[in-house]
């Protein structure tokens, strides 16, 4: 069974920084491009940033400089760094497989608040 | 980049069909038959229903239904069961990016 789980959300003051990781099992991780994908309070959903199989990175403009994906095969681990974060960066992020907007499989979320 | 443009709302009553519509432009709905369709319930995390435009993934019942017009796509939805109440959302590659519409709330009257 396919099964993702993020980690490492919480409350940050704007300006700081958090990372958060999604813990992949039930599929040959390597094998497959993967996103993050957030969710404001409310409102509807917004791509972040996709890793490719062989680890190219893409990230929307909003958050290019700031923000870094990254993945751990022998771990079976996605990571997203988050840095020099906003109050608009608030949101549930959410972790999926797959590759060009085409998502199969999605973790619960992890919410970051930020917030002084 | 735009979000891909949804309408806010719609509604059907049960055994009814309802279509959602999804414009886009010719550099990401127009351009690319990577069209998708997630069903969301308040709380929980996004449901792929639909795939390359109009594929349905294992599971999903055939009364969800994708096509492409041009820079359109519209999800259609026949036979409106009351848990099919919920957001529903498409989605677009872009080139190098990623494009989510803004979410119709789909209501069973």
């Known amino acids: 069974e396919v099964q993702l789980l993020e980690s490492g959300g919480g409350l940050v003051q704007p300006g700081g920084s958090l990372r958060l990781s999604c813990a992949a099992s039930g599929f040959t991780f390597s094998n497959w491009a993967m996103a993050w994908v957030r969710q404001a309070p409310g409102e509807g959903l917004e791509w972040v940033s996709s890793i490719s199989e062989s680890g190219s990175p893409y990230y929307i403009d909003s958050v290019k400089g700031r923000f870094t994906i990254s993945r751990d095969n022998s771990k079976n681990t996605l990571h997203l760094q988050l840095n020099s974060l906003r109050a608009e960066d608030t949101a549930v992020y959410y972790c999926?497989?797959?590759?060009?907007?085409?998502?199969?499989?999605w973790g619960p979320g992890t919410l970051v608040t930020v917030s002084s | 980049q735009s979000a891909l443009t949804q309408p806010p709302s719609a509604s059907g009553s049960p055994g009814q069909s309802v279509t959602i519509s999804c414009t886009g432009t010719s550099s990401d709905v127009g351009g690319y038959d990577y069209v998708s369709w997630y069903q969301q319930h308040p709380g929980k995390a996004p449901k792929l229903m639909i795939y390359?435009?109009?594929k349905r993934p294992s599971g999903v019942p055939d009364r969800f239904a994708g096509s492409k017009s041009g820079n359109t796509a519209s999800l259609t939805v026949s036979g409106l069961q009351a848990e099919d109440e919920a957001d529903y959302y498409c989605s677009s590659h872009a080139g190098s990016k990623n494009l989510f519409g803004g979410g119709t709330k789909l209501t069973v009257l």
């Open positions: 999926a497989r797959g590759l060009r907007g085409e998502y199969d499989y």
């Open positions: 390359g435009v109009n």
